[in-house]
Nanobody
């Protein structure tokens, strides 16, 4: 099992950029895909983006397509979510999650496969 810690959230203005980080520790030698999800007050947690263990497969929700970029650095056991052109509707707590897998190219886009979650980092975008 890996442990995940998010960082990089904050308060920004519309149009600004943020880069969220997700640092993994523990059993990082296992293959794991990473997903980013977000949850706004009063709403369900929703998928944002995911990346496979080999980094070759990335999936994005429509809300972030063209604005968000997910990546990973195996040497640092860290995953990133670069968010550009932020909008007020991007305001939420952002979570990273890990899915342990034997398929290096698998990047799930639903909550169910993810079995490890970080504590979340708040992103607030003012208009």
């Amino acid at each position: 099992q890996v442990q995940l810690v998010e960082s990089g959230g904050g308060l920004v203005q519309a149009g600004d950029s943020l880069r969220l980080s997700c640092a993994a520790s523990g059993r990082t030698f296992n293959w794991y895909a990473i997903g980013w999800f977000r949850q706004a007050p009063g709403k369900e947690r929703e998928f944002v983006a995911s990346i496979s263990w080999d980094g070759l497969n990335t999936v994005y929700a429509d809300s972030g397509e063209g604005r968000f970029t997910i990546s990973r650095d195996h040497a640092k056991n860290t995953m990133y979510l670069q968010m550009n052109s932020l909008k007020p509707e991007d305001t939420a707590v952002y979570y990273c999650a890990a899915h342990t897998t034997t398929n290096s190219g698998f990047a799930p886009s639903t909550r169910a496969p993810y079995n490890t979650w970080g504590q979340g980092t708040q992103v607030t975008v003012s208009s």
